[in-house]
Structure formats: C-alpha cells, structure tokens
C-alpha cells in the first residue's frame, strides 16, 4: 500500500520532471508505450489470475477482453498516428494568408495527470486514458479502485519494473489514499478512465 508520504513524493518528481519548454521527444514517448506494452504482455496469465481474485469469478477471456485487449489497442493506434499528431496544425488564415502569413496551433502536454480507475475495468481504465496521456508528453499517476487490490498491487509491481516512475506510478490503497489522491493538485485528473481525444483532453494548445 502506497503512504501519503511516497505518493506526494512520486508527485512532486513527476512534476520536477515535467519541462514546458522541452517537452517528452517522440523517442521518449513511443519508448514508454513499448514499456507499457511489454508490461502488459509478459504477464497477462499473471493479470486475469489477480483479476479472477479480485472478483471472485469471472471468466478469463471476459477478462481480456474487457481489460486487457482494450490497452493493447489504443499503444497499437497511438504509436502508427503519434508522429503526425505531434506536429504543428497549420490554420487557415483566407485572404491574410495572400500576404505570405503562416500560422500554426501547436499542441504542448499539460503537465502531471492523475487517474482514478472504477472497480469494473480497472487495468483498461487505467491504462487506456494512461497511454493517451503519456503519448501527448504528460507525466502520470494512477490510482486503481480498492475493491481491486490483488490487480492494483500487480500492476504497481510491475510498473516499477517496467516504466520509469517519474514518468508513470501507480497507486495502492484504501478509502483514505483515493482521497488524498484526488486532493493533489493535477493539470488534469480524469475519474472514469474515458477520453474522447488525446489531444483534446490531455493538450494545451498554443498559437
């Protein structure tokens, strides 16, 4: 179980590690997607047992499927698109654009995201909007729901394993810890897991 006092840690060195001014390369961000992936492969039988626990009974292929399909798809999408998405927009500009006037909409990370999974698909609401927000630049934290504690404590182990915590965590804990998690002071903090738009929802776009 994560203290208050480590989980605040993991906060503040995402955010020392968080730069405006020289956002997560591509290199960086496809390499966390390959991490988050090889995450999830190398032990999805490890997965579907702690879920199984967790709920008690549940059948193994409704369990990759509507946990762990879910996140492998969205790195799958992320990494083919993500190149073109990190370039600059260009606008429209009509008639000013006759003058030789160029302008472009660049679309620059927020800074450190928190997420709160809910108990009924905790790994793909945790990871699907994750993958979303490591690949526009953010920083991430993750709280699993405490119902989940076999899942939650799996997927922190092997997240430290994996990924490098500064740029994505997980948390563990009961009631108390959701609180205090949800109390930290994020750039975005995304409850149910869904998204629309990596873009849209984990960008600020600058002129």
Known sequence: MTTNVEMTKIFEDQRQQYNRAQPMSLATRLATLDQLERLLRENLN???????????????LQIIGADLTGPLTTI??????????????????????LSGSR????????GVVGIMSPFNAPIDLALDPAIEAIAAGNRVMVKIFEYTPKAAALLQRLAKKY?????????TGAVDASANFSALNWDKFVFTGGVRNWEKDFSCRRA
Not at 103 to 110: A, D, K, R, T
Request: proline share 6%; charged share 30%.
């Open 76 to 97: 799958a999408y992320t990494r083919k698109h993500l190149r073109k998405w990190m370039k600059p927009d260009k606008k429209r500009l009509g008639l000013m654009g």
């Open 46 to 60: 490890a997965f579907v047992e702690a879920l199984q626990a967790d709920f008690g009974q549940r059948d193994p």
């Open 103 to 110: 302008e472009y909409v660049y679309n620059e990370p927020l």
């Open 163 to 171: 990924v490098s915590e500064t740029t994505f965590a997980v948390i």
